[in-house]
């Protein structure tokens, strides 16, 4: 399931008296058609293919089927030329984007006819996703003129297709695989005749709201001239479905997403200054589930990521508890009694929820070795910060002990015998015998 969001805007210009410019934005196709003919024509010849498309949204579901209902469209508007002679010769470009479930994941396929483009916009870069099918860029696409050259050509405005001019059209497909944050740009060539490629990324890369993005767009082109009418409808992926979903779920993509629709409705001579409807709400399913809700209501995804950022600082929290106690749990040592041994424990007495005392060591110094008030003192425990402190311990009770019990040293114990030599009994008699 994607999540596109999209503004739009329309306007006559500065120059012009009426705008033949129409826009469409639904919640899963998009559409700028810029209409040509006399008097009127040109207004009607947009607003009869914006009133197909619209018609014809709900059903698109593959490419063949999104250049299926151009070509209604397209079959519409000549048949309204061919019925009323003030409509004769009337045409329209069409410029639209639908998304759609493509192999490897949601879509957004990109069709035109005539020299309404389409841009993407990713990661700073703005990329003309479209061709023109005027008689300039075909000049330079055969090699004839250059880029440069085109820009002035006296016939850049001549274009080679168009709705409406006869019965059969070819409409260009350009599916382009989508990625959150990518932003796709739909517009006339009032825009593109007045604001160059560079200011457009501009634009699209410092208004973050689609909405507002679209109405400085055509501000920008009023404020170079506004020669021609100008429309732009900005399309923001808010969700990209990269093809993880279910393949039986994938065909229903394009029913769950949300738009901020604005202008849809093609603006009056009367409204030079512009004014839309309001937004239409989104029809709610009965069922619709609260991820789905989230959806349609365009909740950003910056929302997720604050949840998974506050997940991660609640296991954060009891990661720091958890380490917290096991460092309490087991950085002191006590000395007890078991089993008429004297031992050390690492831990606390009783231990600390789950973290329970290890037996470090058992003394060699039995228990009647020691102190009988140590022995009453050790049928608790006695607690020290270190393990060297608990082991000293025990030696001073050993040592204590044997200080007590260690036989009383007596001054007869360095008795000295007086010895008595007799010179007489000790006579060596030399030279006896
Ligand atoms: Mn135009």
Redesign the pocket.
């Known amino acids: 399931m994607s999540v596109l969001r999209a503004g739009s805007a329309t306007d006559t210009g500065r120059v012009r008296s009426i705008n033949q410019?129409a826009v469409l934005t639904t919640p899963t196709l998009f559409v700028v058609a810029?209409g040509m003919g006399g008097h009127a024509a040109g207004e009607v010849a947009s607003s009869t293919a914006i009133d197909a498309l619209r018609a014809a949204a709900e059903r698109i579901g593959t490419i063949e089927g999104f250049t299926t209902a151009v070509r209604s469209a397209n079959e519409a508007i000549f048949r309204a030329s061919l019925q009323d002679p003030t409509l004769a010769g009337m045409g329209t470009t069409v410029v639209a984007a639908c998304l759609l479930a493509g192999p490897t994941g949601d879509q957004l396929v990109v069709l035109n006819v005539g020299d309404s483009r389409a841009y993407r916009f990713r990661e700073g870069a703005v990329r003309q996703v479209t061709d023109d099918h005027s008689l300039a860029a075909e000049m330079v696409r055969g090699g004839e003129i250059t880029l440069e050259e085109a820009a002035t050509h006296p016939q850049r405005h001549v274009i080679t297709r168009a709705l409406g001019i006869e019965g059969e059209v070819t409409p260009d497909t350009f599916p382009i695989a989508i990625r959150e944050g990518d932003r796709v740009l739909l517009c006339?060539?009032?825009l593109t005749n007045e604001v160059d490629d560079e200011e457009i990324a501009r634009v699209l890369a410092t208004v973050a709201d689609p909405q507002d993005a679209a109405d400085e767009l055509v501000s920008r082109a009023n404020a170079h001239g506004g020669a021609?009418?100008i429309s732009v409808v900005v399309i923001d992926v808010v969700i990209a479905d990269e093809g993880v979903e279910v393949e039986g779920e994938r065909t229903e993509a394009h029913r769950i997403v949300a738009t901020t629709t604005a202008a849809s409705e093609r603006l009056g001579p009367s409204a030079s200054n512009v004014s839309r409807p309001a937004p239409a709400p989104a029809p709610v399913p009965a069922d619709e589930s609260w991820l789905a809700r989230r959806r349609r209501l365009g909740v950003r995804r910056a929302l997720t990521f604050r949840v998974v950022f506050f997940m991660l600082l609640v296991v954060g929290v009891l990661v720091g508890a958890w380490a917290f106690l096991r460092w309490y749990a087991t950085s002191s040592y006590y000395v007890t009694t078991q089993h008429d041994a004297i031992v050390i424990y690492q831990g606390r007495p009783g231990g600390v929820l789950w973290f329970q005392p290890q037996l470090v060591t058992v003394s060699s110094t039995p228990i009647d070795q020691i102190l009988p008030s140590r022995r009453a003192t050790l049928k608790g425990s006695v607690v020290e910060p270190s393990l060297d402190a608990a082991k000293r311990y025990v030696a001073n009770l050993a040592a204590e002990y044997q200080a007590v019990n260690a036989p009383q040293p007596s001054s007869s114990t360095t008795t000295s015998v007086p010895l008595t030599f007799s010179s007489t009994t000790t006579t060596i008699t030399a030279g006896a015998g």
């Open positions: 410019d810029d006339s060539d009032g021609d009418n």
